[in-house]
């Protein structure tokens, strides 16, 4: 099932209004700080692909990328849970969710991320890290027994902001059976790999 027409265009929409609202913002925790589209779609297309069913997101935002996740996850009859400490960007979230017609798919979870990860259950198959890039790390370790056997792991920015996201890589690189590289797409899409001999 390819993504339709209304879905489409409500993406494109977000993405104007998201650029356009950031470059008037200087506070940066008030932007949208949307995924670049070519990004949004290696990642979505290789989730759908996959067959994932059960991901997590860190740092929804207005739930551009949310959208993305919630299509890749739906032909497989998936579910994302998704973080985020703002409760004015998750009630745009749930808007645009809900005029996508994808609401179902989703639990929005409000509040930081460590806190809320130690109290998720899991397994997840598929982790999109795009929220803080200094506490990654710490989100990862707390995730690791929450990881399915046969899991990916994405992070954006990997090329943009190599400093700020050198401890989450490191971390990933350390983890046991896990395949990684970059993909030089948009700002750097880090992806790990683990093939485990059973799926959700």
């Known amino acids: 099932m390819s993504m339709d027409t209304a879905l489409r265009a409500l993406l494109s929409k977000l993405e104007a209004e998201g650029q356009r609202h950031d470059a008037g913002e ?5 932007r949208m700080l949307n995924l670049e589209r070519a990004t949004a779609e290696v990642l979505a297309l290789w989730i759908r692909s996959s ?11 207005n739930g551009y990328s949310t959208l993305w996740l919630a299509w890749a996850v739906q032909s497989a009859g998936g ?19 809900r005029q996508a017609g994808l609401r179902d ?19 997840f ?7 803080d890039r200094y506490s990654a790390p710490a989100q990862l370790e707390l995730l690791a027994p929450k990881l399915a056997p046969d899991v990916l792991l994405f ?19 350390a983890l046991p059976d896990f395949e990684h590289t970059i993909i030089p797409v948009g700002k750097g899409l880090s992806v790990a790999y683990r093939a485990g001999s059973a799926r959700l």
């Open 26 to 30: 200087p506070e940066h925790d008030k």
């Open 51 to 61: 067959h994932r069913r059960h991901a997590l997101e860190i740092g929804t935002s």
């Open 79 to 97: 579910r994302i849970t998704s973080i985020d400490r703002s409760a004015a960007k998750h009630a745009l979230a749930d808007a645009n969710l």
């Open 105 to 123: 798919l989703v639990e929005l979870v409000q509040g930081e991320g460590a806190e809320v990860i130690g109290r998720l259950a899991g397994p």
């Open 125 to 131: 198959d598929a982790v999109f890290f795009d929220a």
């Open 155 to 173: 992070s954006d920015n990997a090329i943009s902001h190599p400093q700020e996201l050198a401890g989450y890589l490191a971390a990933v690189k």
